[in-house]
């Protein structure tokens, strides 16, 4: 063997160690700097989304635009829809046939949720809106989301339910701050102004997260560039995906509900000022930037005082039995106290049922452990989409079942309480979409029994 030959196999040698050690996940410094990259994201993936609903008002008063005002009300929907119902059919392109694709996906998406929101500055139509806002930003932020997501799941493995837990806080800092800040953009620059700018800050703070994101197989010298993958549909084939699938749907068609509502009632039946209102929502959102950390924290197996150590189908129950125990009791009792009684159901509610999408991280595991037993492979980033796109679903069915349970007024007999508005049936359908979305113990203690 000659000295360049040795020199050569040495040098194939170092590099092999070199990727293998920076594409290890969970710890590695290249894992670290995809879950802030990630974190980073959720501000142009969502910071549009949560604060619409300031946007909505300003369409409603101040509605200039050729066509029906009432059909404003179709524009937030129809964003929520597109971006999370799209997400399964994304994650399954980008996690075999276009796995190599994300960055381009990723990039793309970006450039087409600030370029739609500009141009939705010139709309001279409600249709207009619906389009741009509605459509091409929800499919912009889907095409962002799902790619880095994906990268995400592949780079945490004993911590992924952890790294999940992280970006939904980040998500929810996020939904905390921007219905203060676009309403602070409103009054200085106008409608218009406001979307434009709002592009922009879209497109520059996820051009300073994008170059954080790496996939784990650009780093690694095991990967081929006309290497195919396949999605592993097995875990399809066994109950208890359908078990906690099921149970997101119906929790979700209910969480949306004091999101929409929650502002108009405080304004209604509490006849709190437009500020306190929004600071409802703000309340909301700001619990569950520590309870998504926990409850991933205990998805991973974080084991509690005395090292018991909770199974994810506990998790989901202990957040879906709080969410419903704030709304049966606080919004529906206690809220028509004051601003005292909406405020606490808002932080409590805000921390339980915020943290619901946190515990999937352990329902990844849950399903991943399944999955080994049956000598099967899963893609867990594509079951994740699968819960996001289930989410999605309930969020358009509740939103339409809320308009109904509106029309039904009051719960009869409460006339002293928040059940006797003609919120009644909103608070009582928010409590009891809650109580099935925790429905999956029953499930574990038949297995256990």
């Not at 999937?360 to 594509?382: F, P, Q």
């Not at 796109?389 to 928040?418: D, M, T, Y």
């Given at each position: 063997m000659t000295d360049s030959t040795f020199d050569l196999h040495i040098g194939d040698e170092i590099e092999h160690q070199t990727n293998a050690s920076s594409s290890q996940p969970d710890g590695s410094r290249a894992a670290t700097m995809v879950l802030v990259g990630s974190s980073i994201l959720q501000f142009p993936i969502w910071g549009f989304v949560t604060s619409y609903g300031v946007l909505q008002e300003q369409y409603t008063t101040h509605f200039q635009l050729q066509g029906s005002s009432r059909l404003t009300g179709v524009i937030g929907p129809t964003l929520n829809g597109v971006l999370y119902i799209s997400l399964p059919f994304l994650s399954t392109l980008f996690s075999s046939r276009l796995f190599r694709w994300r960055r381009t996906a990723a990039i793309v998406g970006l450039l087409i949720s600030s370029i739609s929101l500009i141009i939705s500055a010139s709309s001279t139509a409600v249709w207009h809106l619906i389009v741009t806002q509605g459509i091409f930003c929800g499919l912009g932020s889907a095409l962002v989301y799902s790619p880095t997501t994906l990268d995400l799941d592949e780079w945490f493995v004993q911590r992924k339910s952890y790294a999940y837990g992280v970006i939904l806080a980040a998500k929810n800092i996020v939904g905390t701050g921007t219905p203060f800040l676009i309403p602070a953009l409103l009054s200085s620059l106008g409608l218009r102004n406001t979307l434009r700018i709002w592009g922009v800050i879209t497109l520059i703070s996820g051009s300073l997260a994008m170059p954080l994101i790496h996939s784990r197989t650009e780093l690694s010298t095991n990967s081929r560039p006309h290497t195919t993958r396949r999605t592993p549909w097995k875990f399809l084939t066994h109950p208890t995906f359908y078990i906690f699938h099921i149970a997101n749907i119906v929790f979700s068609s209910g969480y949306g509900l004091p999101q929409t509502y929650l502002p108009s009632y405080a304004r209604q039946v509490l006849h709190l000022s437009p500020t306190?209102?929004?600071?409802?929502?703000?309340?909301?959102?700001?619990?569950?930037?520590?309870?998504?950390?926990?409850?991933?924290?205990?998805?991973?197996?974080?084991?509690?005082?005395?090292?018991?150590?909770?199974?994810?189908?506990?998790?989901?129950?202990?957040?879906?039995?709080?969410?419903?125990?704030?709304?049966?009791?606080?919004?529906?009792?206690?809220?028509?106290?004051?601003?005292?009684?909406?405020?606490?159901?808002?932080?409590?509610?805000?921390?339980?049922?915020?943290?619901?999408?946190?515990?999937?991280?352990?329902?990844?595991?849950?399903?991943?452990?399944?999955?080994?037993?049956?000598?099967?492979?899963?893609?867990?980033?594509?079951?994740?989409?699968?819960?996001?796109?289930?989410?999605?679903?309930?969020?358009?069915?509740?939103?339409?079942?809320?308009?109904?349970?509106?029309?039904?007024?009051?719960?009869?007999?409460?006339?002293?309480?928040?059940?006797?508005?003609?919120?009644?049936?909103?608070?009582?359908?928010?409590?009891?979409?809650?109580?099935?979305?925790?429905?999956?113990?029953?499930w574990n203690l038949g297995l256990t029994c």
């Open positions: 306190k209102s929004s600071l409802m929502l703000a309340l909301f959102n700001l619990p569950g930037i520590f309870s998504c950390i926990a409850f991933g924290m205990l998805g991973d197996g974080i084991p509690l005082v005395g090292g018991y150590i909770l199974t994810p189908f506990t998790i989901t129950f202990l957040s879906a039995i709080g969410s419903a125990l704030s709304a049966f009791l606080l919004w529906g009792i206690a809220a028509q106290s004051g601003v005292v009684g909406l405020a606490l159901f808002s932080v409590i509610y805000g921390f339980f049922a915020g943290a619901y999408s946190a515990t999937w991280g352990g329902v990844l595991k849950e399903i991943e452990r399944e999955a080994v037993s049956h000598n099967e492979a899963v893609d867990t980033g594509v079951v994740y989409s699968l819960l996001n796109g289930g989410r999605g679903l309930g969020f358009v069915a509740g939103g339409f079942a809320g308009i109904e349970l509106l029309k039904s007024g009051a719960v009869q007999h409460s006339s002293n309480w928040g059940y006797g508005t003609e919120y009644g049936f909103v608070i009582l359908y928010t409590g009891i979409s809650a109580v099935i979305g925790g429905w999956s113990i029953l």
